[in-house]
């Protein structure tokens, strides 16, 4: 492909993605083929930790037998524990967060749903296909506390955060209300891991958790709902019999357990960070929001820096709702980042 050609289309690409981390789209907008034979990919689209919690020893019985109540009952405890859950009850282990996203709407009348928004577009679609009026709204408002609100805090893709005061006092509003305050909380291990969990002892309100982003384990497919008993009981149910596999449980309890690991994963994520902060704002880019896990950059350029990037088989996520954005997920190391360092630098803006 010539390079006029293979400019034009990385600059009209067409509708971008709903979610980054495949790298065939990548290559498809590359018109290379298979992603796995397509070069040297260094993937910055999601915002999943570079470093993954290290794999324990699996006993051959996690494989081989059912996950058993005792298994289940020790991922629920741990979870219960680093969560701040009011009890195990509470807890509902589910085949990733998003497995517990599409389920959640089923479990609701028809009714008004509130998205704070722009967010992470896995939440509104699952409401509308389950027969709900969504609405997306700009931040929390009063009006909204009578139907179902949706918070992600940290929110994806700005890193914009709500206080635990503000949603504390939300939820009793809410609950008054009879509405429900849903708060997808994917990115908060990256501060202290408590959020609203317990929250849901008294009020109307489901913590939604995820060990794919900040303990790097995505394709473990392992996350949790926090949520009222008698609504936990039912998400249970839809959810099914066995929805954990054996070696899930047994990589996930350890994991929650180990609180030496989460620190330096914490220091390791602050440190990368500051270094990427540093290479974008070398490279003169605006940096408007993001988490530990990603930064997001404001820039005219934005289409181009996605093309150039591209070329360089360096992936980022675009936005269709504003493509002056770009998130950029943090580097495993130093090769990563003096590849994306260099690549930046050698933007012509």
Known sequence: MSEAR???????????????????????????????HAGDWLDLSTG????????????????SRLPGRTEM?????????????????HVIAGPGSQAIIER???????????????????????????GHHVRHIP???????????????????????????????????CTDAGGWLIVDEAFGDCALPSGVAALCQSRNVIALRSLGKFFGLAGLRLGFAVAPPTMATQLRAVLGDWPI???????????????????????????????LDAALRQAGLEICGGTSLFRLVETRHAPRLFAHLLRHRIYVRSFDYNP?????????????????????????T
């Not at 190391?333 to 630098?345: M, N, P, S, T």
């Open 6 to 36: 293979l400019e034009k289309r990385l600059l009209h690409p067409g509708p971008a993605p709903g979610h980054g981390g495949d790298l065939a789209d990548a290559a498809a907008l590359l018109d290379v083929g298979d992603a796995a």
């Open 324 to 348: 002056d954005w770009l998130r950029i997920g943090i580097p495993g190391g130093e090769i990563d980042f003096d590849r994306l360092e260099a690549a930046l630098q050698s933007f012509d």
């Open 104 to 130: 959640l709407p089923g479990l609701f009348p028809p009714q008004e749903v509130a998205v704070v928004s722009p967010t992470y577009g896995g939440h509104g679609p699952a409401w509308t296909r389950a």
């Open 48 to 63: 999943i930790a570079p470093t993954s919690y290290p794999l324990p020893e699996i006993p051959q019985e996690a494989w």
């Open 139 to 173: 931040n929390m408002r009063k009006s909204e506390i009578g139907g179902v609100t949706i918070l992600v805090n940290p929110n994806n893709p700005d890193g914009r955060t709500v206080s635990y005061e503000a949603l504390e006092e939300t939820c009793a509003q």
């Open 245 to 275: 596999s054996g070696p899930a449980i047994a990589v996930g309890t350890r994991a929650l357990r180990d609180t030496a690991w989460q620190g330096e994963q914490r220091q390791r994520l602050a440190t990368a960070t500051k270094r």
């Open 73 to 89: 009952d020790g991922l629920v405890a741990a979870a219960c524990d680093y969560y701040g859950a009011p009890g195990p009850d």
